[in-house]
Nanobody, 119 residues
């Protein structure tokens, strides 16, 4: 059984910071890509950032310079440090993991965690 569990969400004022953590029930060294997506009410789910097992990263333009994604193999977690938060960042954030295979890729999703940026 493989599970992804998010933590660290909550309410923060504009300009503040939060750190999200995604804990995997298997070694993240065996997971090719992990990342964070988000979905605001009435909008499509969108990529925030991803990091590969070789530490290659991809960031959405709207978070560059503000968010940092990282891996911690000792804890089997992928973290998202979010600084200079804006009200537009309010959304449910989902952890994602992809394992490449000869057949269909194995795709895993966490339950999602709410981040609210408001004064």
């Amino acid at each position: 059984q493989v599970q992804l569990v998010e933590s660290g969400g909550g309410l923060v004022q504009p300009g503040g910071s939060l750190r999200l953590s995604c804990a995997a029930s298997r070694s993240i060294s065996s997971i090719n890509v992990m990342g964070w997506y988000r979905q605001a009410p009435g909008k499509e789910r969108e990529l925030v950032a991803t990091i590969s097992s070789t530490s290659m990263t991809i960031y959405a333009d709207f978070v560059k310079g503000r968010f940092t994604i990282s891996r911690d193999s000792a804890k089997n977690t992928v973290d998202l440090q979010m600084n200079s938060l804006k009200p537009e960042d309010t959304a449910v954030y989902y952890c994602n993991a992809v394992v490449w295979r000869a057949g269909p890729d194995l795709k895993l999703w966490g339950q999602g965690i709410l981040v609210t940026v408001s004064s």
